[in-house]
């Protein structure tokens, strides 16, 4: 059975601070792909990483796929109250997705 | 703008009846589509992966016969919950797999589902 945490649960923090968030996992995942989810709305793709030790920039979100292809990170620089959310990582095999608990961020203005 | 819709996005319902949601594919052909159950401040739980023309794999501890899905066709899947109780009140997602643009296979998720049974 495919362990997977995403770290921390809640994260709060002033508008124009870092943040990073983490997924972990004890399997080798295919593929991982980064979700945001705001309430009562369904998830958005951010990015899918594949290859070990990648990493990818999308503005201000840089996300790192750990050289083993069991951890991911998220890291935002410069948050703003548009970056509040529900981050989930959502490792890929077979095609089907397992979602984290995922973390929750609110950036406060 | 988004790929794949969902109809109701809300639904209110009394304790006996059934209630059909349904998910569109709106400029590709999703050869998977998967439903999801999502409880407040929690994550998103996979409930069942349906291909076009074939009966959907149900994850273990999910009721096919409370909970039927359709695929009838590349851009529709339909969920009906049939004899919905309280218990069934819940966030419903979907989501579709298929190559927009000649791309790679990734799910593209719906809007949701609001399901409330009193």
């Known amino acids: 059975t495919q362990l997977l945490e995403q770290s921390p649960q809640f994260l709060s923090i002033q508008e124009g601070e870092n943040l990073t968030v983490y997924c972990n996992s004890s399997?080798?995942?295919?593929?991982l792909q980064w979700y945001r989810q705001e309430p009562g709305e369904g998830p958005v793709l951010l990015v899918t990483?594949?290859?070990?030790?990648e990493v990818k920039k999308l503005k201000r979100l840089t996300f790192q796929f750990g050289d083993a292809r069991k951890d991911s990170s998220l890291h935002i620089t410069a948050a703003q109250p548009g970056d509040t959310g529900l981050y989930l990582c959502?490792?890929?095999?077979?095609?089907?997705?397992?979602f984290g608990a995922g973390t929750t961020v609110t950036v406060r203005a | 703008g988004a790929v794949v819709s969902q109809h109701p996005s809300r639904v209110i319902c009394k304790s006996g009846t059934s209630v059909k949601i349904e998910c569109r594919s709106l400029?590709?052909?999703?050869?998977?589509m998967f439903w999801y159950r999502q409880f407040p401040k929690k994550s998103l739980m996979l409930m069942a992966t349906?291909?076009?023309?074939?009966?959907?794999?149900?994850e273990q501890g999910v009721e096919k016969d409370k909970f039927l899905i359709n695929h009838a066709s590349l851009t529709l899947s339909t969920l009906t919950v049939t004899s919905a109780h309280p218990e069934d009140s819940s966030f419903y997602i979907c989501?579709?797999?298929?190559?927009?643009?000649?791309?790679?296979?990734?799910?593209?998720f719906g809007p949701g589902t609001r399901l409330t049974v009193l």
């Open positions: 400029d590709f052909q999703a050869t998977t």
């Open positions: 990483v594949v290859t070990g030790g």
């Open positions: 399997s080798v995942f295919s593929s």
């Open positions: 349906s291909n076009e023309g074939s009966k959907a794999t149900y």
């Open positions: 959502a490792p890929s095999n077979d095609y089907k997705l397992s």
């Open positions: 989501s579709a797999s298929g190559r927009r643009g000649g791309g790679t296979d990734t799910q593209y």
